[in-house]
């Protein structure tokens, strides 16, 4: 079983940067793709960003992409989001995922198969 916990998250206004933190607990951290999806009040469960089983690729959405960078470490089994120049529409729950079966980046809710808990992120104007 694939735990994932989810830290970093807080209040913060518009313009800073914030990093979230996701420990992928087992050791098999290097067989999955990653993401990171985030949820605001009254909306769906929406793709931030991806990145493959080796950090070779990434993927983000078009309202993050320039602002927010993914990555991995194998060693301790984390992956980081970077969060820069924060917007008022950026506060939600943020969600980290985990995905067997896709060999490099994915972007779609139904392949994942494991989430974390949720960390709130709120950007204040």
């Known amino acids: 079983q694939v735990q994932l916990v989810e830290s970093g998250g807080g209040l913060v206004q518009a313009g800073d940067s914030l990093r979230l933190s996701c420990a992928v607990s087992?050791?098999?951290?290097?067989?999955?793709?990653m993401g990171w999806f985030r949820q605001a009040p009254g909306k769906e469960r929406e793709f931030v960003t991806s990145?493959?089983?080796?950090?070779?690729?990434?993927y983000y959405a078009g309202s993050v992409r320039g602002r927010f960078t993914i990555s991995r470490d194998k060693d301790k089994n984390t992956v980081t989001l970077q969060m820069n120049s924060l917007k008022p529409e950026d506060t939600a729950v943020y969600y980290c995922?985990?995905?067997?079966?896709?060999?490099?980046?994915?972007?779609?809710?139904?392949?994942?198969?494991?989430w974390g808990q949720g960390t709130q992120v709120t950007v204040s104007s």
């Open positions: 990145i493959s089983r080796s950090g070779g690729s990434t």
């Open positions: 087992g050791r098999t951290f290097t067989t999955y793709t």
């Open positions: 995922a985990a995905a067997p079966r896709t060999l490099s980046v994915a972007v779609s809710r139904g392949e994942y198969d494991y």
